[in-house]
Nanobody, 123 residues
């Protein structure tokens, strides 16, 4: 099994930036496409971004496109989400997840999940 642990969340003012990190253990990260999801209180979990196994492709939700960047460093078994120009509506618990699929935005197809990290953006 793969263990994923997120870090880097916190409180930031609107317009600010945060960088989330996801550390993987158990297996080499290059076997998985990796994604970020988020869930706000009272709302369904939503897709944020995904990156393919070898970082050959990325895809973003329209709500974060142009502001967020997903990246990975397979040698370090790390995945990152750089979040710029943050908005209050970005406030949520953010989850790192891995899938054996080549590419998917469907959370139901992700096999491994981190515990989540709170991101709060104040207005």
């Amino acid at each position: 099994q793969v263990k994923l642990v997120e870090s880097g969340g916190g409180l930031v003012e609107a317009g600010g930036s945060l960088r989330l990190s996801c550390a993987a253990s158990g297996r080499t990260l290059n076997n998985y496409a990796m994604g970020w999801f988020r869930q706000a209180p009272g709302k369904e979990r939503e897709f944020v971004a995904v990156i393919t196994r070898g970082a050959s492709g990325t895809y973003y939700a329209d709500s974060v496109k142009g502001r967020f960047t997903i990246s990975r460093d397979n040698a370090k078994n790390m995945v990152y989400l750089q979040m710029n120009s943050l908005k209050p509506e970005d406030t949520a618990v953010y989850y790192c997840a891995g899938t054996t699929k080549i590419f998917t935005t469907d959370g139901g197809e992700f096999n491994y999940w981190g515990q989540g990290m709170q991101v709060t953006v104040s207005s």
